[in-house]
């Protein structure tokens, strides 16, 4: 599936229970924060199925589980919970 929608791409996310990965997607603007969209064309990767580019971008965020610490020390989480948390609890909630 090549360019697969915002919402097609949110709820595969929502999959992986993270919350902060939908955070981060949720203010991916390819400037200060780079989502699925990025991680997808530095890999190649914008004919694979969803849950595949969604999978490289979960690699890409994690290590062990929990956020990588040079991404997780970019974020102002409460920031992007205020911003994306209401919209984050509608795709994690599903």
Request: charged share 25%; proline share 3%.
């Amino acid at each position: 599936m090549s360019n697969p929608t915002d919402d097609a791409l949110l709820t595969e996310l929502a999959t992986h229970q993270n919350r902060k990965l939908m955070l981060w997607q949720l203010a991916a603007d390819g400037r200060t924060f780079c989502g699925i969209q990025f991680i997808v064309q530095e890999r190649d990767l914008q004919a694979a199925p969803v849950d595949e580019q969604v999978q490289a971008f979960a690699d890409d965020m994690l290590l062990d589980g929990e956020i990588r610490p040079e991404y997780d020390s970019m974020a102002d989480w409460d920031a992007l919970e205020a911003n994306h948390g209401d919209t984050a609890d509608q795709y994690l909630s599903t």
